[in-house]
């Protein structure tokens, strides 16, 4: 199974900070690699996919970036509404893994 | 508007079945891939199953392979998941979602795997 490490675990950052998420495969995933928000009791939401498309309705100060094995999402410039659980996807072969999460709070 | 309702989940013993359902709108339910995956409480997401859109390919988690089927009604525009032999390792919330990198999530289900 391909492994997804997620780092950090959790972060606090400022009102218009610009903070970095990373997830790194234990193989290559030829880009296939999704970025999700999660807030609390709420279902996962589609922020990033195909590594640096950014889904529909997702503003546009989230951006991903990366290649084969090393893949990051940025917020640039934190918003409160911003808080919550973001974990990383690799769709590039069964079973599908994710990432353990980083729970993002506001400082 | 795509929404994805999913019901059938509570709480079952060790051992018995459950059988979930997803009722999907807004999309056309047949050109599309469902998945289902679970969240144990307060722990990450886990990938279940996936289904093709015509239903003739499925894909399975190893840890339920053999118990949990997968399955869907494309005239009902509905995802099912077939539980047997449960475990308490089976306690999540369960989510389907749909297209190639689970663009749309439903609000999930909860199963409760215990004596």
């Known amino acids: 199974d391909i492994q997804m490490t997620q780092s950090p675990a959790s972060l606090s950052a400022s009102l218009g900070e610009t903070i970095s998420i990373e997830c790194r495969a234990s193989e290559d995933i030829y880009s296939n690699l999704a970025w999700y928000q999660q807030k609390s009791g709420k279902s996962p939401q589609l922020l990033i996919y195909?590594?640096?498309r950014l889904q529909d309705g997702v503003p546009s100060r989230f951006s991903g970036s990366g290649s084969g094995t090393q893949y990051s999402l940025k917020i640039s410039g934190m918003q409160p509404e911003d808080e919550g659980d973001y974990f990383c996807?690799?769709?590039?072969?069964?079973?599908?893994?994710f990432g353990a999460g980083t729970k993002l709070e506001l400082k | 508007e795509v929404q994805l309702v999913e019901s059938g989940g509570g709480l079952v013993q060790p051992g018995r079945s459950l059988k979930l359902s997803c009722a999907a709108s807004?999309?056309?339910?047949?050109?599309?891939?469902m998945h289902w995956i679970r969240q144990a409480p307060t722990k990450g997401l886990e990938w279940v199953a996936s289904?093709?859109?015509?239903?003739?390919?499925?894909y399975y988690r190893d840890s339920v392979k053999g118990r949990f089927t997968i399955s869907r009604d494309n005239a009902k525009s509905t995802l099912y998941l077939q539980m047997d032999s449960l475990r308490s390792e089976d306690t999540a919330t369960y989510y389907c979602?749909?297209?190639?990198?689970?663009?749309?999530w439903g609000q999930g289900v909860m199963v409760t795997v215990s004596s």
């Open positions: 289904i093709s859109p015509s239903g003739g390919s499925t």
């Open positions: 996807l690799q769709g590039s072969k069964f079973p599908y893994t």
């Open positions: 807004g999309f056309t339910f047949s050109n599309y891939g």
């Open positions: 979602a749909t297209g190639a990198y689970f663009d749309y």
């Open positions: 195909a590594a640096n």
